[in-house]
């Protein structure tokens, strides 16, 4: 085993030797080419280099890295690019000789200087290369030069925040010390500020408005374009900004250079917001206002509204007054009485000392519904005949009068006014009514009386024509339909009438000339007589006018033959007085008799007198009995009384319809119409004015709800716009959504808000 591991490794060894002499040569020939490299340079990146001169100038060295050397070498130096793309005219020399050169020579492990200077005017960066050509090839090396300058030894200590505050643009002056720590000397340019910003949220910034900015020493004056410091020397300077616009925060920086340094900055803030006189002026505007707001929503409107109610109830009233043409003394004294209370509450709301206005007017405009009715039924009590049968409702009416005049009625009390009212309406219609039934059924007993005592073609005449309108004027009575049961009643009261007329004409004209009237008087009686029947039967004729059309006729008539029998009646005394045959106590007893007869037929004038024809025909009708008995008498004892005894007794006719009664009468009675007291309507300039204040109310109320929702929404939102912010300005508006926690309750709570 020993003997093959020692014979497998100088087997390894020879194929070790064996390999290593074959790539000998090889090597060798490597060994023969010269290798050429810039010093510092790195394979991958080349020359990187930093200045802070704007004049550059570079030794660079190209160094051979074996032993051979290179006798055709050229150098080429591309021109500089600098940061702006522009060629930076480029020098170089190859060991003191300006480039390009013709080929050189650098011997095995020598070195070559090459000399690269330029004008480097902009700071940044300036990209070129440095070509070396050599055994008909090029070996480029990138060059960066990077050109920055030098921080000065300058300190500039820290700035505080400033505040300012005026009435209108400000002018904000910045104090700041400017310190060297260097131990060298500096000619600065004057300080300036750069980025001057008005910050808008978070992010947003806005380019500051200003007249200009000067730069003061420490003793005011202005400091010029330069500002010399010496070592560890520390100057102070005021900036001043002239006319700064706008409030809010403003950021800024301030510089400080010198030549050929890089300059100094510090950053500063300036708070700038309006003088308090400002936001006092305008929390006035808003207060004065909103006070002012408030007082007329909470007092002016309310006031003016009360006003408007009150010149619509008097406006109403005065109409009211005017339908009534004119007003009874009751009717007035209620008027009067609510004008008093009108014109007393004018006053106190202008003197603003009412304390319930709104009692007033409601009690007031309820009394003023109620007031037609009162007409209406007063009206109708003046228009019922006879006015003893409405007795008990003018004293209810009455009452109501006193109530309708009373101060600090309650509602309650004025829905009771009304309940009576129309309790009262209901109970004079069934006082008329039942009155009413009364006249009819009293008429029928007069029909009735007079069918009885008259001949049979007159009682059927009455029946056919009087009753049926009678019992017709019962039922339309019974069913409260009064109008129509009146114009029945009035009907059967002329047909009656008429036909009584026609009867006494008809008896008057039958009839001889009766006894102790002349020819010629009767006649004319006749002729009376038929006048006025036919005028009583005339269509135009109304019932009341025949009425007194047969009254007439049947009084002159009974007039007539009362005068003739009270003629015979004294012809009988005068004869008893001349007879000799009778004795003194007989006679005496015939002339008592004949004086009682003369007295009843006097007392039958005097009810003629009146108006009582039945009552007249009733005396008439005994005292004529009467006469025929004492004549009857007087004949057996041989003695003839005033006229001859073949002659005819006058009065033949039937008894007159003597108890014909007028009707219930509640006509031509004009209702005045119930008024619906609008106290809403619009009414003159009282009406505009309102309506213009609660417009310019709105408006206000519509501005405020706009600014407020500008500030929200708009005023820190720098991007606002698109779909969703429409939306939520339209929801906001609406009272709908939220922004940061704030809530708008709409127009609606603005008012709401005011208005308590």
């Keep these: 085993m020993r003997r093959c591991a020692l014979l497998l490794r100088l087997i390894l060894v020879f194929a070790a030797c064996t390999l290593f002499g074959a790539s000998s040569p090889s090597g060798a020939a490597e060994e023969q080419q010269p290798v050429l490299k810039m010093r510092g340079a790195s394979d991958a990146e080349g020359l990187k280099i930093s200045t802070t001169s704007s004049d550059f100038t570079r030794a660079f060295y190209v160094e051979s890295m074996n032993k051979l050397p290179v006798n055709d070498l050229r150098i080429s130096v591309a021109d500089f690019v600098g940061p702006d793309s522009q060629l930076a005219e480029t020098r170089w020399t190859v060991d003191g000789k300006p480039g390009p050169t013709p080929a050189v020579q650098i011997p095995g492990l020598g070195s070559l200087k090459v000399d690269i200077s330029a004008r480097l005017v902009k700071e940044g960066p300036y990209t070129g290369s440095i070509s070396l050509i050599y055994n008909d090839k090029r070996w480029p090396v990138p060059i960066v030069v990077t050109r920055s300058r030098q921080a000065p030894t300058i300190k500039i200590q820290e700035l505080l925040s400033i505040r300012a505050a005026s009435l209108w643009n400000a002018n904000p002056e910045l104090w700041m010390t400017i310190e060297e720590t260097g131990g060298a000397s500096f000619a600065l340019a004057a300080p300036k500020v750069t980025a001057l910003a008005l910050k808008e949220g978070d992010k947003a910034k806005v380019q500051a408005q200003f007249r200009r900015i000067d730069v003061l020493d420490d003793n005011g004056k202005p400091a010029g374009d330069s500002l010399a410091i010496g070592p560890n020397q520390a100057?102070?300077?005021?900036?001043?900004?002239?006319?700064?616009?706008?409030?809010?925060?403003?950021?800024?920086?301030?510089r400080v250079s010198a030549a050929d340094f890089a300059p100094v900055e510090q950053a500063f803030t300036i708070f700038v917001k309006k003088s308090w006189l400002i936001a006092a002026l305008f929390i006035c505007l808003g207060v004065v206002p909103s006070y002012l707001l408030k007082l007329y929503y909470k007092k002016d409107r309310p006031r003016m509204l009360l006003l408007r109610r009150a010149f619509q109830l008097s406006r109403d009233m005065e109409s009211m007054a005017t339908d009534l043409n004119p007003p009874t003394d009751s009717e007035r004294a209620i008027l009067d009485s609510f004008r008093s209370r009108l014109q007393k509450l004018?006053?106190?709301?202008?003197?603003?000392?009412?304390?319930?206005?709104?009692?007033?007017?409601?009690?007031?405009?309820?009394?003023?519904?109620?007031?037609?009715?009162?007409?209406?039924?007063?009206?109708?009590?003046?228009?019922?005949?006879?006015?003893?049968?409405?007795?008990?409702?003018?004293?209810?009416?009455?009452?109501?009068?006193?109530?309708?005049?009373?101060?600090?009625?309650?509602?309650?009390?004025?829905?009771?006014?009304?309940?009576?009212?129309?309790?009262?309406?209901?109970?004079?219609?069934?006082?008329?009514?039942?009155?009413?039934?009364?006249?009819?059924?009293?008429?029928?007993?007069?029909?009735?009386?007079?069918?009885?005592?008259?001949?049979?073609?007159?009682?059927?005449?009455?029946?056919?024509?009087?009753?049926?309108?009678?019992?017709?004027?019962?039922?339309?009575?019974?069913?409260?339909?009064?109008?129509?049961?009146?114009?029945?009643?009035?009907?059967?009261?002329?047909?009656?009438?008429?036909?009584?007329?026609?009867?006494?004409?008809?008896?008057?004209?039958?009839?001889?000339?009766?006894?102790?009237?002349?020819?010629?008087?009767?006649?004319?009686?006749?002729?009376?007589?038929?006048?006025?029947?036919?005028?009583?039967?005339?269509?135009?004729?109304?019932?009341?006018?025949?009425?007194v059309l047969y009254q007439e006729a049947y009084s002159q008539y009974l007039k007539a033959v009362i005068s003739a029998l009270r003629k015979r009646a004294q012809g009988g005394i005068t004869s008893?007085?001349?007879?000799?045959?009778?004795?003194?106590?007989?006679?005496?007893?015939?002339?008592k008799r004949l004086s009682d007869i003369l007295t009843k037929l006097d007392g039958a004038i005097?009810?003629?007198?009146?108006?009582?024809?039945?009552?007249?025909?009733?005396?008439?009708?005994?005292?004529?009995?009467?006469?025929?008995?004492?004549?009857?008498?007087?004949?057996?004892?041989?003695?003839?009384?005033?006229?001859?005894?073949?002659?005819?007794?006058?009065?033949?006719?039937?008894?007159?319809?003597?108890?014909?009664?007028?009707?219930?009468?509640?006509?031509?009675?004009?209702?005045?119409?119930?008024?619906?007291?609008?106290?809403?309507?619009?009414?003159?300039?009282?009406?505009?004015?309102?309506?213009?204040?609660?417009?310019?109310?709105?408006?206000?109320?519509?501005?405020?709800?706009?600014?407020?929702?500008?500030?929200?929404?708009?005023?820190?939102?720098?991007?606002?716009?698109?779909?969703?912010?429409?939306?939520?300005?339209?929801?906001?508006?609406?009272?709908?959504?939220?922004?940061?926690?704030?809530?708008?309750?709409?127009?609606?709570?603005?008012?709401?808000?005011?208005?308590?």
């Design 576 to 591: 008893v007085g001349a007879n000799t045959t009778m004795t003194e106590d007989v006679k005496k007893d015939f002339q």
């Design 235 to 254: 100057k102070q300077v005021k900036i001043r900004i002239s006319t700064l616009k706008g409030t809010g925060e403003f950021s800024g920086t301030v």
């Design 606 to 756: 005097g009810k003629l007198q009146e108006n009582q024809l039945r009552g007249a025909f009733q005396d008439y009708t005994a005292a004529r009995n009467d006469v025929e008995k004492v004549a009857e008498e007087l004949q057996k004892a041989g003695t003839q009384m005033g006229f001859a005894a073949a002659g005819k007794q006058a009065g033949s006719a039937a008894q007159p319809g003597a108890t014909i009664p007028a009707p219930v009468s509640e006509q031509n009675v004009v209702r005045i119409a119930e008024r619906n007291i609008r106290i809403d309507d619009a009414i003159g300039k009282l009406t505009s004015r309102v309506k213009w204040l609660d417009f310019i109310f709105m408006i206000i109320v519509l501005c405020i709800s706009v600014l407020l929702g500008l500030k929200l929404l708009w005023v820190d939102d720098p991007t606002w716009g698109g779909a969703k912010a429409y939306l939520a300005a339209l929801l906001w508006g609406l009272g709908l959504y939220q922004v940061s926690g704030a809530a708008f309750e709409g127009a609606a709570g603005l008012i709401e808000k005011w208005s308590k």
């Design 346 to 547: 004018y006053s106190d709301l202008e003197a603003d000392t009412e304390k319930e206005p709104d009692k007033l007017l409601e009690e007031i405009a309820g009394k003023l519904t109620v007031f037609p009715l009162f007409v209406n039924a007063r009206r109708r009590l003046d228009a019922v005949q006879p006015q003893e049968i409405v007795k008990t409702p003018r004293e209810t009416l009455n009452a109501v009068a006193k109530k309708l005049m009373a101060e600090k009625t309650a509602q309650q009390d004025v829905d009771t006014l009304r309940t009576d009212l129309l309790d009262l309406d209901a109970a004079i219609t069934t006082t008329v009514r039942d009155n009413l039934l009364a006249r009819l059924k009293e008429l029928q007993a007069d029909v009735d009386e007079q069918i009885k005592n008259s001949s049979v073609d007159l009682g059927d005449r009455l029946r056919k024509e009087v009753s049926p309108r009678i019992e017709a004027g019962r039922e339309k009575a019974t069913a409260n339909d009064l109008a129509v049961a009146r114009s029945e009643f009035d009907a059967a009261r002329k047909i009656y009438a008429c036909v009584l007329a026609e009867e006494l004409r008809t008896r008057v004209a039958s009839e001889e000339t009766p006894q102790g009237i002349l020819q010629p008087e009767w006649e004319k009686l006749v002729e009376s007589v038929k006048t006025y029947a036919s005028e009583a039967c005339l269509e135009t004729t109304g019932p009341d006018r025949a009425a």
